[in-house]
C-alpha cells in the first residue's frame, strides 16, 4: 500500500470517528438523523452558493430525483438566514475556557443574539470572500477587526485608560475593508478635551503587539473587545453602526475563534463612541497616517 493511500485511509478513519462524535451528541441533544442531516446539507449548500457569488458563476440547479425531497428537508432545518442569529439562553459548556468567558460577558450585558464561529487553519491565509461564508457573515464589509492604538505624544502623567476623554490608549474596531485615518481619530479624541489639552500632545499610532497583547489580553489576530483584560474607551467606526443587517463579526479572544452580534446590542452593551474614524472613498492616500495595516 502506497503513503498516500495510506494517509487517506487514516484520514477516513478520523473522519469516520468525528461524525460518531457528532452524531451521538446530536442524539443526545434530542435531534434526529434526519434533521441533522438537512442542516449540514444546508450549510454546504449556503457556502456553495457564497463561493459562486464570490466567483461569478450562476447557482447550479439542484439535479436527481432526490432533489426536491432533499431541499425540503433542508429548509425545514435551515439555520437562521446570514445576518440573523440564533438567541442564547446560557453559556455553551462544549466551547473552552476562552469561549465560555466571553459568552458569559455577552449574556450578563444582555446580547442574547450572539453566535460563535471556529475558523480553520487557512483563515488568514484565505481572501475576505472565503472568510465570509466560513462565519456566514452578510458580505465583506461586515467582517471587522479590534486594534489597540497609542497616544504616543501623550503627557507624562497620562500613563492608562482611567480618562476615556483623555486616554494613553484606546480600542478601535473597524472593518476590514476600511482603512484607519489617523488624523480623523486624532482630531476626534483631541476633541474630547475640550481644547483643554494642546493638540500637540495627540499622536495616534498602533500600539507594539506586546503591548497590546498585555492591555488585551489577547494576541494578534485574536484581540476583542469582549472579555478584554484592560477596560479601555472603545471607538467603533460609523459604518459599522450603518450596516445593514447589522451583524458584524470580529475576533473572540483566539486566533481561530470569531463571534458575530448586533452592532446596535454592542452600541447598547458597551457604549463606545461612534466615530468617522476611517478614509473615505476617493481620499488621497497618506501612508504616515494610515494605521489599518493590523489585522
Do not use: W
Amino acid at each position: 500500500m502506497s503513503p498516500q493511500q495510506t494517509s487517506l485511509d487514516a484520514l477516513n478513519e478520523r473522519l469516520g470517528a468525528v461524525l460518531s462524535r457528532l452524531a451521538a451528541l446530536e442524539l443526545a441533544a434530542g435531534v434526529t438523523p434526519l434533521d441533522a442531516l438537512a442542516h449540514r446539507q444546508q450549510l454546504i449548500l449556503q457556502r456553495l452558493a457564497r463561493l459562486e457569488a464570490a466567483c461569478g458563476l450562476a447557482p447550479a440547479a439542484a439535479s436527481g430525483p432526490t432533489a426536491a425531497p432533499a431541499a425540503a428537508a433542508a429548509a425545514a432545518a435551515a439555520p437562521p438566514p446570514t445576518g440573523e442569529l440564533p438567541v442564547v439562553a446560557a453559556v455553551d459548556r462544549s466551547g473552552n475556557e476562552v469561549q465560555q468567558r466571553l459568552q458569559a460577558e455577552l449574556l450578563e450585558r444582555r446580547i442574547t443574539r450572539h453566535k460563535f464561529v471556529r475558523a480553520p487553519p487557512e483563515y488568514y491565509d484565505r481572501p475576505l470572500e472565503f472568510r465570509q461564508g466560513i462565519v456566514g457573515a452578510a458580505s465583506v464589509h461586515h467582517l471587522c477587526k479590534s486594534i489597540v492604538m497609542v497616544n504616543t505624544r501623550a503627557p507624562p502623567h497620562i500613563v492608562d485608560c482611567s480618562d476615556p476623554n483623555n486616554s494613553k490608549y484606546y480600542l478601535i474596531v473597524v472593518q476590514y475593508t476600511a482603512r484607519l485615518n489617523a488624523e480623523k481619530l486624532k482630531n476626534f479624541i483631541y476633541s474630547l478635551s475640550g481644547g483643554t489639552v494642546s493638540k500637540r500632545f495627540y499622536n495616534m499610532r498602533l500600539a507594539p503587539e506586546a503591548v497590546s497583547d498585555e492591555l488585551t489580553g489577547f494576541e494578534h489576530n485574536g484581540v476583542s473587545p469582549i472579555g478584554i483584560k484592560t477596560r479601555m474607551p472603545i471607538i467603533l467606526s460609523h459604518r459599522i453602526a450603518e450596516l445593514q443587517p447589522d451583524t458584524f463579526f470580529l475576533g473572540a479572544g483566539e486566533v481561530d475563534l470569531k463571534v458575530g452580534f448586533s452592532a446596535a446590542d454592542f452600541i447598547r452593551a458597551y457604549q463606545p463612541m461612534v466615530v468617522d474614524c476611517t478614509y473615505n472613498e476617493g481620499d488621497a492616500d497618506d501612508t504616515a497616517s494610515d494605521a489599518s495595516s493590523a489585522s
